[in-house]
């Protein structure tokens, strides 16, 4: 749900969604609160990447939001990963952890993966925000302080409806931890941490 709309207040919102940042969690709950997307089809694409994960450079370049308040949850690009890495395995099998080992290799895929698919579930987070987007942190979880901030922003109040949602078809097997590959995601993502 990129921009979003409370039509009762007619307040306008952009939600920076970062995959793997419990996003479907996010969007069940606004809409439970009347809160609605402007766009018709989220999962449509536009220059290659699915409008519900637009960047910075795409929501500004394809959405009128300049005027409007951001908002975006960030994750530990750690475990951000590693929920993404059902994707990996799906599309590569077993042997990407192998090549997830080697530094070289591990940047040589993310880069393509970055540059070539359309959910943006490997771009560095920092990409997705501008100066003006409200952060929420991920690991400070989605109970009443989340829903209190989410109301602030929205200029009404937003109360939790949904406590989980459906697991959907990436959120299957993921790749075992380990401390090698947990090293190359630190490096890659660095600017993730500062």
């Not at 989410?150 to 993921?174: A, H, M």
Request: glycine share 4%; no cysteine; proline share 4%.
């Amino acid at each position: 749900m990129p921009t979003l709309l409370h039509p009762g207040t007619k307040q306008r919102v952009l939600f920076v969604h970062i995959p793997r940042t419990a996003g479907r969690f996010i969007n069940e709950n606004l809409l439970l609160n009347g809160i609605i997307s402007e766009q018709d089809d989220i999962y449509g694409e536009i220059d290659g990447v699915q409008i519900d994960h637009f960047h910075q450079d795409l929501y500004e370049k394809h959405l009128n939001v300049q005027n409007i308040p951001h908002f975006g949850v960030f994750r530990d690009p750690v475990e951000r990963f590693y929920s993404a890495s059902s994707f990996l395995l799906h599309e590569y099998g077993k042997k990407v952890e192998k090549d997830l080992k080697s530094y070289k290799k591990f940047t040589k895929l993310i880069n393509t993966l970055i540059s070539t698919h359309s959910n943006n579930w490997f771009r560095p987070q920092h990409e997705f925000f501008s100066s003006h987007t409200h952060k929420w942190k991920f690991e400070n979880g989605f109970e009443e302080p989340f829903f209190n901030w989410l109301s602030d922003i929205f200029n009404t109040e937003i109360i939790k409806k949904q406590n989980s949602f459906e697991p959907n078809y990436w959120d299957g097997k993921k790749i075992e931890k380990e401390a090698i590959i947990t090293n190359n995601i630190k490096k890659f993502y660095k600017k993730d941490y500062e």
